[in-house]
């Protein structure tokens, strides 16, 4: 089968093409892999402490709120309640959407259930006459849910230092995978680009010589080509040439040195003139040949 120097250059482009495919679709991978893992992370066990320390303040402030009202004998102010309330019931529902962690369900229901008798509690405290037992009542309820929120919080916050270790990890793994695949592919790159190279280095470089033998008349001179493809024709094309003017310069010269110059037939001299006509032809294409492989 005949391998062109085309088809042999396409060939080694699609060979380094696939080796950088290759290595674009490894990195894709792990890439994608890690940044997988960060999301999780992110979505889940972040936004559950999140979610914990937006009720803890909501808490805080109103708690913040009754006991001064108590205090300086004031009505509390009920729209900065119902907004902290508002809040708490936002983030609560939230984070019964994002459960991730074992026993994590049973943590928030108790909430849920503790919230509800603090709310209806404090409505209850804003609306009637207020006493210090009632206030007692809201402030210890509020303690235990707080204390539930931070159960939450850790909970979530101990998911999420162990799921980093683990991505750091995983980073780590595809770090070393890729470099060892990149090493890999940087090793067969050069191998096969310094083969490809050479390949036609060593061929430029026998046609170069064996023209430059043959135009400074060598006639002996032959090009020894394996393979297929064109330098192995213009190996069989400059040997053939060779040939031709070996046998020729022969004729001419025993036609030269023939003494008996009046014997010669006028178109044995015709044929002369012709032959050495395409001689001086022959060897002036060599040379522009030969000239145009020493510029590049």
């Known amino acids: ?40 992370i992110l979505k889940e066990n972040y936004l559950s402490v999140v ?35 508002k809040q708490i019931n ?21 909430i849920e259930t503790d919230y509800i008798e603090y709310r209806d509690s404090l409505q ?5 006459p207020k006493s210090s037992t009632d206030l007692l009542y809201l402030q210890n309820k509020s303690g235990d849910l707080y204390k539930q929120l931070l159960i939450l919080s850790q909970m979530n916050g101990k998911a999420l230092e162990v799921k980093t270790d ?28 310094f083969s490809f190279a ?6 430029f470089f026998q046609l170069y010589h064996g023209l430059k033998e043959i135009v400074s008349s060598d006639f002996n001179q032959r090009l020894y080509f394996d393979g297929n493809d064109e330098f192995y024709e213009i190996s069989v094309v400059v040997n053939e040439m060779a040939d031709n003017l070996k046998k020729n310069k022969k004729k001419m010269s025993v036609t030269l040195q023939d003494e008996n110059l009046k014997g010669i037939n006028p178109n044995d001299i015709e044929e002369l003139k012709k032959m050495l006509f395409r001689l001086k032809t022959t060897e002036e294409q060599a ?6 492989f020493e510029k590049k």
Request: hydrophobic content about 45%; aromatic content about 10%; glycine content about 4%.
């Open 1 to 40: 089968m005949k391998h062109s120097i085309r088809t042999r250059f396409t060939l080694g482009m699609i060979f380094l093409f696939i080796i950088i495919s290759v290595l674009a679709v490894f990195s894709g991978y792990y890439l994608n892999k890690l940044s997988t893992k960060t999301s999780a």
């Open 166 to 193: 683990d991505a750091k990890a995983s980073s780590q793994n595809a770090l070393t995978k890729m470099t060892i695949l990149a090493t890999l592919c940087f090793l067969i790159g050069m191998s096969f680009t």
């Open 287 to 292: 040379a522009a040949l030969i000239s145009k």
């Open 51 to 85: 979610y914990a320390r937006e009720m803890s303040e909501g808490l805080m402030n109103i708690n913040q709120e009754i006991t001064t009202s108590f205090l300086t004998k004031r009505i509390p102010d009920s729209l900065k309640i119902a907004k902290e309330l």
């Open 90 to 110: 936002q983030s609560l529902l939230s984070e019964k959407n994002n459960f991730t962690e074992p026993g994590e369900d049973k943590l928030v229901s108790g």
């Open 124 to 128: 209850t405290f804003i609306k009637f």
């Open 198 to 203: 050479s390949y036609f280095n060593r061929r």
